[in-house]
């Protein structure tokens, strides 16, 4: 069964700093792109981030770009977002995803994602 399970989200204040996680199982990220999606309340799905399989390449949204950096550890079948400078408007659910497209312009084709992690920033 294939699954992606996400954890490190919390509660901080702006202008910290969240590292998130996401464990894949039942698979082997090495022939996949992974990336990070969130939703806030009421607004729609953004991407934010995406890794490529094939030469690392990645992707980051405007409203993230200089301040999230995101990787992965193929040996712990593992992809990480760090997540710097927060700010009130980066509260949502992030989610992390398996893509189709993922090139240093785009990112889509979400093909399954995890259950989520809530990001609060707040004072």
């Known amino acids: 069964q294939l699954q992606l399970v996400e954890s490190g989200g919390g509660l901080v204040q702006p202008g910290g700093s969240l590292r998130l996680s996401c464990a894949a199982s039942?698979?082997?990220?090495?022939?996949?792109?992974l990336g990070w999606l969130r939703q806030a309340p009421g607004k729609e799905r953004e991407g934010i981030s995406c890794?490529?399989?094939?030469?690392?390449?990645?992707y980051y949204a405007d409203s993230v770009k200089g301040r999230f950096t995101i990787s992965r550890d193929n040996a712990k079948n593992t992809v990480y977002l760090q997540m710097n400078s927060l700010k009130p408007d980066d509260t949502a659910v992030y989610y992390c995803?398996?893509?189709?497209?993922?090139?240093?312009?785009?990112?889509?084709?979400?093909?399954?994602w995890g259950q989520g992690t809530q990001v609060t920033v707040s004072s």
């Open positions: 995803t398996s893509l189709r497209l993922c090139v240093s312009n785009n990112m889509g084709g979400y093909d399954f």
């Open positions: 039942g698979f082997t990220l090495d022939y996949y792109a």
């Open positions: 890794m490529s399989s094939s030469d690392g390449s990645t």
